[in-house]
Antibody, heavy 120, light 106 residues
């Protein structure tokens, strides 16, 4: 059964560029069927899609974050990663990674999430 | 961006009730809509995709309907495990967008 596990720095300072990683267990990130994405949820708020990547490295980003976001994939480690530059308190959130179908972009498998808190 | 608007934002109900949540899209999205359930401290869980297709393992008391711009999620005979927040999501175009959520509480 496919499982996703996020890892991240937890607490970061404003203006830093944290990196988060999602490790895929029980399946291959190199599948031609799926996309791999990041979604975040600020405390007490709703869900915001950040972006997605295909195993080849092709990406799609939310225009609201595009200037600060980089999503990359490492097929040798079965991982994909998120870098978010110049963070502020507004980036404090739970960050989830998820799998979606290449042909139908709903998220059928989610990680448990990792909290990123931006504070000096 | 396609805006997704859910109503109500909060719904009070009792075990055994039938409840309906509405999701409206700012543009036609055909049937490219998913519904998720989220419990406190947990990741969202996919319930329904393509507006009305029940995800494997999801109880049949959950159902979805609609197409175009208006969609509904119905939970028949509400169970204690169903008290949660529900989100809709469109996936016809990027950026993928979610509704603001509908909390079903006792």
């Amino acid at each position: 059964q496919l499982q996703l596990q996020e890892s991240g720095p937890g607490l970061v300072k404003p203006s830093e560029t944290p990196s988060l990683t999602c490790t895929v267990f029980g399946g291959s990130i190199s599948s031609t069927t799926y996309l791999w994405g990041w979604i975040r949820q600020p405390p007490g708020e709703g869900l915001e899609w950040i972006g997605s990547i295909y195993y080849s490295g092709s990406t799609n980003y939310n225009p609201s974050l595009q200037s600060r976001v980089t999503i990359s994939v490492d097929t040798s480690k079965n991982q994909f990663s998120l870098r978010l530059s110049s963070v502020t308190a507004a980036d404090t959130a739970i960050y989830y990674c998820a799998r979606s179908m290449l042909t139908a972009n709903y998220m059928d498998v989610w990680g448990k999430g990792t909290t990123v808190t931006v504070s000096s | 961006d396609i805006q997704m608007t859910q109503s109500p934002s909060t719904l009070s109900a009792s075990v055994g009730d039938s409840v309906t949540i509405t999701c409206r899209a700012s543009q036609i999205i055909n049937s490219w809509l998913a519904w998720y359930q989220q419990k406190p401290g947990k990741a969202p869980k996919l319930l329904i995709h393509k507006a009305s297709s029940l995800q494997s393992g999801v109880p049949s008391r959950f159902s979805g309907s609609g197409s175009g711009t208006e969609f509904t999620l119905t939970i028949s005979s509400l169970q204690p495990d169903d008290f949660a927040t529900y989100y809709c999501q469109q996936y016809i175009s990027y950026p993928l967008t979610f509704g603001g959520g509908s909390k079903v509480e006792i």
